[in-house]
């Protein structure tokens, strides 16, 4: 019985990346189909007659629509909404230190390119405050970079 729920853990853990990966492909698939349909429309507006390029078009608006969409749900995924800590807004500054309950395992996002922000070090995790991004050093818990309000355009 035991094993059958450390098994059903396990799965768990490691579906999330696999579903937030597959948001990112789509995500980046859509725009190499957006490329490619502009790269069309001005092959049809150089070569094409009429018809051509006004097909061109509706395919250019299909491809730019597709990639709004997984824009779209990829902000709506519900893992980037649950990060209300169950303490109140503290604004922390370089240098500050953080008892571990702040940088538990539940306050740390997964590292997205999309951030803009360099990939955490060794022993370094990125800890989700509100909206604000904190990068702290997990042997000590002191803050080494804070991005404030990082996440306020996730709304």
């Known amino acids: 019985m035991k094993s059958k729920f450390l098994t059903a853990g396990l799965i768990a853990a490691m579906m999330v990346p696999a579903v937030a990966q597959a948001q ?3 995500i980046r698939n859509d725009r190499q189909e ?3 349909q502009r790269r069309d429309l001005r092959d049809a507006q150089r070569y094409g007659d ?14 730019r629509q597709d990639l709004r969409e997984s824009q779209r749900d ?15 807004y503290q604004q922390f500054r370089i240098g500050s230190t ?21 990939r955490a070090g060794r022993n370094m995790a990125y ?15 002191r803050v080494v970079q804070v991005y404030r309000n990082h996440f306020a355009w996730r709304r």
Not at 127 to 141: A, C, I, K, P, S
């Open 24 to 26: 990112t492909r789509e």
């Open 34 to 36: 957006l490329r490619e």
């Open 50 to 63: 009429r018809g051509d390029v006004r097909g061109a078009r509706h395919d250019v608006r299909d491809a």
């Open 74 to 88: 990829w902000r709506r995924d519900t893992r980037y909404q649950n990060y209300r800590a169950p303490f109140k």
């Open 98 to 118: 953080l008892r571990p309950n702040y940088y538990a395992p539940s306050y740390r996002p997964a590292w997205d390119s999309r951030w803009g922000v360099p």
């Open 127 to 141: 800890v989700r405050h509100y909206n604000d991004l904190l990068l702290v050093n997990e042997r000590n818990g």
